[in-house]
């Protein structure tokens, strides 16, 4: 069974630092692209982040550039996301999810789905 499991989420002031980890099991993680979504109140759910796991290319959202890093730990199925200088604006709810095919970010074309983690950045 894939299972995808978020944690790190939490409330931060702006400019703080977050770590996300999503932790996998059930499929090959070396095969997938894992990415990050996340989807703030009465929004479409937008792409963060992704990272192929095979060769560690990486994806990051305009808004996010310079601010989160992806990495991706193989010997333990787990990719992580860091989060600085955080906005206010970043406050969503942060999924990750799984893709095989290549279509990271697009949310429609992931696999599959964790559960998410909610990060709340105050003013």
């Known amino acids: 069974e894939v299972q995808l499991v978020e944690s790190g989420g939490g409330l931060v002031q702006a400019g703080g630092s977050l770590r996300l980890s999503c932790a996998t099991s059930g499929f090959t993680f070396d095969d997938w692209t894992i990415g990050w979504f996340r989807q703030a109140p009465g929004k479409e759910r937008e792409g963060v982040s992704c990272?192929?796991?095979?060769?560690?290319?990486?994806y990051y959202a305009d808004s996010v550039k310079g601010r989160f890093t992806i990495s991706s730990d193989n010997a333990k199925n787990t990719v992580y996301l860091q989060m600085n200088s955080l906005k206010p604006e970043d406050t969503a709810d942060y999924y990750c999810?799984?893709?095989?095919?290549?279509?990271?970010?697009?949310?429609?074309?992931?696999?599959?789905w964790g559960k998410g983690t909610l990060v709340t950045v105050s003013s």
């Open positions: 999810a799984a893709d095989l095919r290549g279509r990271c970010p697009i949310a429609s074309g992931m696999d599959y």
């Open positions: 990272i192929k796991n095979s060769d560690y290319s990486t």
